[in-house]
């Protein structure tokens, strides 16, 4: 996150010195500023986060800097210090926006109070702003992810650099996904993609779910649940996991493929900071769009074979000895005699049984055939007994 700065603007050295040293705690950069002038090019130069400066002082007094600070910033938050029974003077500070009063000599226990809420303001509010923007960031990648899948024939080839960018828009230091063994017990998962920012650190090619005392999270993703917390939150054996990848708090995001369970998408921070729960739900679509994304190459490849069957079928095909008449208003009801249809196939070598294939084809369309020729360098023949009326 972003440093904090502090401006105090005061012509007696010695107040200086005492709130510089008061304010070490809660400032990374403090500035000194000896009246307004100097102040408010402090300011200008510096955009602090906050300002606590005197009223009377020489060539500009507080109430003119801070007015003219005004003009460009509404959010830094000022304090000034005064005599409480001035009204008139209380009354314009608060008129132009300030935020905290302090008494002149100010009491250490009073003063630390004051800071103290102002530093907790600021705080409170730049975590806002790093949530939001983050979410932003999310959802922009989550958005480019599933355009980039969409164009792409194999979403692998996107993967990488998708992955990437997502890790980035989550503030993380590692993105990972492992893949299922294809077994029915899941007994373990290969690792399919995985970026670190720690060179040191070291990934798994394999994890075995109950080799590495992972049965509890694996069941948990195996119910379509989420795991997410801090290195201090887990067992011995799963902290020696997260010390292998350099990083202190992790959300594990289960990977679904038409309702079966495909593996994982891992993301990972070397902070303990865990990610909020609007955060979780935004990753959450990520690793949806992941499973969707797999179905789609799953249906997309199983489409492009199936086409090509057809395509090689339909072009293999001669019908001999048929006789259809050339307008169905010549014969009312009329028949499409015995035909012997001959297959000339092209090898596709992921059948290792053409003929049977085509046979099977023609069966589900309710026709009757019968195989003939099907041995060594012959092209099988297909008969077909059908009479139409």
């Not at 002038?37 to 955009?47: A, I, N, T």
């Not at 893949?179 to 399919?192: G, I, M």
Request: aromatic share 8%; hydrophobic share 35%.
């Amino acid at each position: 996150m972003e440093e904090l700065g502090i401006l105090i603007v005061d012509d007696d050295k010695t107040t200086i010195s005492i709130l510089h040293h008061m304010l070490k705690p809660y400032a990374d950069k403090i500035y000194l500023a000896s009246d307004g002038v100097e102040g408010l090019s402090s300011y200008v130069k510096y955009h602090p986060d906050i300002i606590l400066s005197d009223i009377n002082m020489p060539r500009m007094n507080g109430l003119q800097m801070v007015e003219e600070i005004r003009k460009e910033d509404e959010d830094v938050k000022i304090a000034l210090f005064t005599d409480f029974e001035k009204r008139d003077i209380l009354l314009k500070a608060i008129e132009l926006g300030v935020n905290q009063f302090l008494s002149k000599p100010f009491e250490s226990k009073s003063f630390s109070k004051t800071i103290q809420q102002l530093h907790h303001d600021i705080i409170e509010k730049r975590e806002a702003r790093y949530e939001l923007q983050r979410q932003e960031d999310i959802l922009h990648a989550i958005n480019e992810m599933s355009y980039s899948f969409l164009q792409q024939p194999d979403w692998m080839v996107a993967l990488h650099l998708e992955m990437n960018h997502l890790k980035e828009a989550s503030r993380a230091s590692c993105i990972f996904i492992y893949k299922n063994e294809q077994d029915e017990t899941y007994s373990s998962a290969q690792k399919l993609l995985y970026i670190n920012d720690n060179e040191q650190a070291r990934g798994k090619e394999k994890i075995h779910y109950r080799k590495h005392h992972l049965m509890r999270w694996k069941n948990k993703l195996q119910k379509n649940q989420l795991v997410n917390g801090r290195k201090s939150d887990y067992d011995k054996s799963k902290t020696k996991l997260l010390d292998l990848f350099k990083i202190n708090s992790l959300l594990i995001l289960p990977i679904f493929v038409q309702d079966q369970w495909w593996g994982f998408l891992g993301i990972g921070n070397g902070h303990t900071e865990v990610l909020q729960e609007s955060n979780v739900e935004m990753l959450s679509t990520a690793a949806s769009i992941i499973g969707s994304a797999i179905n789609s190459s799953q249906n997309r490849k199983s489409l492009e074979m199936s086409s090509a069957v057809l395509r090689h079928t339909m072009d293999g095909v001669v019908i001999t000895d048929a006789t259809i008449p050339s307008s169905r208003s010549m014969m009312p009801a009329w028949r499409l005699q015995d035909m012997i249809v001959r297959v000339s196939l092209v090898k596709i070598p992921e059948f290792s049984n053409q003929a049977t294939m085509i046979s099977s084809s023609i069966k589900r369309c309710g026709i009757s055939c019968t195989m003939k020729g099907t041995g060594r360098g012959r092209s099988p023949t297909v008969k077909k007994m059908a009479r139409y009326i």
